[in-house]
């Protein structure tokens, strides 16, 4: 698997700092656990983060406070180091936390037009869905009020700018409007973060809006 659209500097050095709403969050976790390349950024900065800690100036916690901490430790459970988290299916470890399993977990809600999604539980500054789009179909074309984020798990879909494959993250502003169509073969399956609702340019897709909550 060769990802080619990777995450940008700005939302790894938030992911590091801890700023991301919940439902980027999780994006830019699931697509760090399938690349390399931005998983070993991702390092990068969270060691810019321990330097900046290092040298930040201490405060004393209480004198007893190191002892009462190693006392909890050893009142904790072994944990059992077996094998490495293994991938549910299609979702990456992270995802398959959050849904609770694999596909088979997921409880889909028709769009229209064969698109099903899901929305994920996150916080509410932000929102997190699984969308399921069949091979050859059209997502309506929009503009965005924010920011959206799109990771593909499964399949492939293009629109006017580029071609996006499994591990591939599109990355859309308020610059962007475009049309994305799920490429012919297998149907295609993408977890999308949203800041801000949608703009569709089409009537429908706009009264069905609120209804869909995107
Ligand atoms: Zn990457």
């Not at 990777?6 to 699931?30: C, K």
């Not at 983060?49 to 909890?72: K, P, S």
């Not at 059992?80 to 990456?92: D, M, N, Q, V, Y």
């Not at 889909?108 to 929102?127: E, H």
């Amino acid at each position: 698997m060769t990802i080619r659209h990777h995450l940008s500097d700005q939302l790894l050095m938030a992911y590091a700092a801890g700023q991301l709403p919940e439902a980027f969050n999780l994006v830019v976790a699931t697509h760090v656990s399938l690349c390399d390349e931005c998983r070993a950024r991702a390092a990068s900065f969270d060691a810019v983060g321990g330097v900046l800690l290092e040298e930040a100036d201490e405060i004393a916690m209480g004198e007893d406070a190191l002892a009462r901490a190693l006392e909890r430790i050893e009142g904790l459970p072994q944990a059992t180091r077996s094998e490495p988290l293994k991938p549910a299916g299609i979702f990456p470890a992270p995802l398959a936390d959050y849904v609770g399993g694999d596909l088979s977990a997921v409880r889909w809600r028709k769009v229209g037009g064969g698109v099903k999604q899901a929305i994920l539980p996150t916080g509410k500054d932000a929102s997190a869905r699984l969308l399921y789009i069949p091979a050859g179909t059209a997502v309506p074309d929009h503009g965005h009020r924010g920011m959206e984020l799109t990771l593909v798990l499964q399949g492939a879909f293009a629109d006017e700018n580029d071609r996006f494959d499994r591990g591939d993250i599109e990355i859309a502003d308020e610059e962007v409007e475009h049309t994305p169509v799920a490429l012919a073969g297998e149907d295609c399956i993408c977890l999308a973060a949203t800041d801000a609702p949608l703009r569709f340019r089409g009537l429908i897709p706009r009264l069905a809006q609120p209804l869909l909550r995107i």
